[in-house]
């Protein structure tokens, strides 16, 4: 891909729905920061677009669905995916239990049980991306970077505090 079109095959906005409750400071922060990461550094094109990006993301939640609404940077509507949430529950629900484990095995672990689960964290962070990208294959094209930045966002929505 040509900087020019990888300059157009991107987010430049994210925005959460009225549809994603909103939560505990701390849990509002977390999502903003995903957010940032999100738009600061990915590759995001809807297949089958002419590539006239770049784009914005609107996500909302319907029937434990997560909704992507895709449009362009003057709002004219590409695309909407809906993707079923039940794929990523074991990975998320696992995926918070280990960070848990990481953080209390900072107060009180050695370095090398902390490198031990810090790496199991890792690997389910890299499951849930790539279930993500497969989930998506066919209808957005990310890589995976990109895939392991909209898993965390899509993590931290289902954070409860």
Known sequence: MSNKAADHARLIDVELDETISRSTPD????????????????????????????????????????????????????????????PFRRIVKDYYLICESYYDAIRSSTPSQIEAIDMGRRGLHNEGSQTLMDRLSGKIEIDFNTARRLFTLVCVLHWRG
């Not at 920061?33 to 909302?60: H, M, W």
């Open 27 to 86: 849990i509002e922060h977390e999502r903003a920061v995903a957010i940032f990461d999100l738009i600061e550094e990915n590759s995001f094109r809807p297949v089958n677009d002419d590539g006239s990006g770049p784009y914005t993301l609107k996500l909302s939640l319907a029937e434990r669905r997560l909704v992507l609404a895709i449009a362009r940077a003057d709002g004219d509507p590409v695309v909407t995916h809906i993707l079923s949430l039940t």
